[in-house]
């Protein structure tokens, strides 16, 4: 599934619808047995381990959805529940990373939380203006960052460069303020 883009922004959505229809068809493909096959009816358990399923993936789609969308609009970045104002972030140090002169500090958190960016995904690094390193975890970072560039026109820093900085020159600014 591609990442969606338009007036709204861009949407990455965190997982993917199709799980519960498979479960679904399970599901159907029971419904019919029951009703076209002659002889002993399908086990109370086979329903119940259909219904269980069901609702398993249902809950997991949910879940996955709303801890792992990654959203841009013209106010926020979005990442899980957690929103960053794109006010804090920097626009320098992104198009660092896009141009492979920047990168990001050992140990930055996960926004969106979790210990690290999830299996599938690749971690986009972006400073904020306090200095802070974290990492966007997205399937399609160079998509992500055009978005967030497009989202934040002109905008620089007023942050000076940290240790990786296009200049080579390193700095005393770290991640969390070490």
């Known amino acids: 599934m591609s990442p969606a883009t338009g007036s709204t922004g ?6 993917s619808r199709r799980p519960p229809w498979l479960v679904a068809g399970l599901l159907a493909v029971l419904v019919a047995g029951e009703l076209a096959l002659p002889g002993p009816r399908v086990p109370a358990l086979a329903w119940a381990l259909a219904a269980g399923a069901l609702g398993g993936a249902l809950g997991h789609t949910v879940m996955v959805r709303r801890t792992r969308t990654v959203r841009v609009d013209d106010a926020a970045l979005t990442a899980g529940r957690e929103r960053v104002p794109l006010t804090d972030v920097d626009a320098a140090h992104l198009r660092a990373v896009r141009a492979g002169t920047a990168g990001v500090d050992a140990g930055a958190p996960v926004l969106g939380g979790g210990w690290s ?22 399937r399609d970072p160079a998509a992500l960052g055009s978005a967030l560039l497009a989202a934040l026109p002109g905008r620089g820093t007023s942050q000076a460069p940290g240790p990786h900085a296009p200049d080579g020159e390193p700095r005393g600014r770290r991640t969390l303020g070490r």
């Open 10 to 15: 861009y949407v990455e959505p965190g997982g």
């Open 117 to 138: 960016v999830p299996r599938g995904r690749t971690g986009l690094p972006l400073r904020l203006t306090d200095g802070r390193t974290v990492l966007v975890p997205t």
